[in-house]
């Protein structure tokens, strides 16, 4: 296999790298549900924080990728909501999702905000436990799935 260098980064709202993300999302998130994004207005994401994960390959003029895609909702002065998390299938369990997230929360704390909270899909409690948040309160469900919500204090992030 060839080696691939993984980045994360913010990427603007409504950008060509934002596009690719709703199609990531679509695939991963909402079409197993037989939901649909066309069915919502994203224009209510404008303000929310957004960034992609994206495979580097090492040869000389091969694509990049867009491997996964996170946003967040700021909810206070201080705290925002993770949302529609995502890497594509064929490239989880690489650290693409954890990549992701240490490099979202790096930028949320630099840009003042305090703690992070999201509903997390049962079985993805564990994957965000070993990143630091904390499950808190009983299993609830939502767009018929499991969920719990996490939460997370980032004084510390570089510490997860």
Same mark, same amino acid.
């Given at each position: 296999?060839? /080696?691939?260098? $993984? $980045?994360?980064?913010?990427?603007?709202?409504?950008?060509?790298?934002? !596009?690719? +993300?709703?199609?990531?999302?679509?695939?991963?998130?909402?079409?197993?549900?037989?939901?649909?994004? %066309?069915?919502?207005? $994203?224009?209510?994401? &404008?303000?929310?924080? /957004?960034? +992609?994960?994206?495979? #580097?390959?090492?040869?000389?003029?091969?694509?990049?990728?867009?491997?996964?895609t996170v946003q967040f909702v700021? =909810?206070? +002065?201080?705290?925002? !909501?993770?949302?529609?998390?995502?890497?594509?299938?064929?490239?989880?369990?690489?650290?693409?999702?954890? !990549?992701? $997230?240490?490099? @979202?929360?790096?930028?949320?704390?630099?840009?003042?905000? @305090?703690?992070? =909270? +999201? /509903? %997390?899909? #049962?079985? @993805?409690?564990?994957?965000?436990?070993?990143?630091g948040y904390r499950v808190v309160?009983?299993?609830?469900?939502? =767009?018929?799935?499991?969920?719990?919500?996490? &939460?997370?204090?980032? !004084?510390?992030?570089?510490?997860?």
């Amino acid at each position: 296999m060839v /080696h691939q260098t $993984i $980045i994360a980064r913010k990427i603007p709202f409504d950008s060509p790298e934002f !596009k690719d +993300a709703l199609d990531l999302r679509e695939n991963v998130l909402r079409k197993p549900l037989g939901l649909s994004l %066309a069915d919502e207005d $994203i224009t209510v994401e &404008e303000h929310n924080i /957004h960034f +992609a994960a994206f495979l #580097l390959p090492s040869s000389p003029g091969a694509a990049t990728t867009l491997v996964g895609t996170v946003q967040f909702v700021p =909810v206070s +002065a201080t705290t925002a !909501k993770l949302r529609q998390m995502a890497v594509s299938p064929d490239h989880q369990g690489l650290g693409i999702g954890r !990549k992701l $997230i240490q490099e @979202a929360e790096q930028c949320l704390q630099e840009s003042g905000l @305090a703690k992070v =909270v +999201a /509903h %997390a899909r #049962l079985n @993805a409690c564990r994957f965000y436990e070993k990143l630091g948040y904390r499950v808190v309160g009983d299993v609830f469900e939502e =767009v018929g799935i499991e969920h719990m919500r996490v &939460e997370k204090d980032l !004084k510390n992030v570089t510490d997860a």
